[in-house]
């Protein structure tokens, strides 16, 4: 039993290990080989979870690797797709440029003992842009001309751009971002 609390992390590990794999087989054109690997990936980040919370294997080193392996495979994967012009360039930044932000605002609460959940249209948004990089390797496999995924990838950033938003309110209710009344007081402040 005390075996499969180790599970979770050897999951986020391989996961690690598969990035490079896909991003060799998308520059290949071998897009079968790459959603192959891509979906292995992303269902094994579901199971390290549900197993790291059904069998209380949750460790320090899980909380900070397994969302860095899930971040690093859709930035890289979606950078290859981009760099292969498979996608256009607007989809990387903004789930880029979302990617940042949060990482960069979960790690300062982070140090000050605070943890934001995620919300509904955050989770959503991963399995639209899950959807999406399946989409583009099927329609490459099977050079399909309706590019359908482009659909999939709008509503994933725009529920990127939601979950954004509200974790920007969610610094600005904890006091971490000025108010608007506060910038007016220093301004004025500033001007005497």
């Not at 192959?36 to 269902?43: A, D, W, Y």
């Not at 006091?175 to 220093?186: A, I």
Request: positive net charge.
């Amino acid at each position: 039993m005390k075996y499969i609390k180790v599970i979770p992390n050897v999951l986020t590990i391989i996961r690690f290990i598969f990035i490079p794999f896909i991003i060799i087989s998308i520059s290949l054109n071998n897009y079968l080989s790459a959603l192959v690997l891509f979906t292995i990936s992303s269902l094994s980040d579901v199971l390290d979870g549900y197993i790291a919370r059904k069998y209380n294997a949750i460790t320090d080193f899980g909380k900070l690797m397994d969302p860095l392996a899930d971040k690093l495979t859709q930035i890289s994967t979606l950078i290859t797709l981009y760099i292969k012009r498979v996608i256009p360039i607007w989809i990387v930044l903004v789930l880029f440029a979302k990617e940042l932000v949060l990482i960069s605002g979960a790690s300062f609460l982070y140090g000050k003992q605070l943890v934001v959940s995620s919300k509904w249209y955050g989770k959503l948004s991963t399995v639209l842009l899950y959807l999406a990089v399946v989409s583009t390797m099927i329609i490459n496999i099977y050079n399909i001309s309706v590019h359908f995924d482009v659909y999939i990838y709008g509503l994933a950033v725009c529920l990127a751009i939601l979950a954004l938003f509200g974790y920007i309110e969610h610094f600005y209710k904890r006091g971490y971002l000025p108010k608007k009344e506060d910038l007016k007081k220093n301004s004025s402040n500033n001007g005497k």
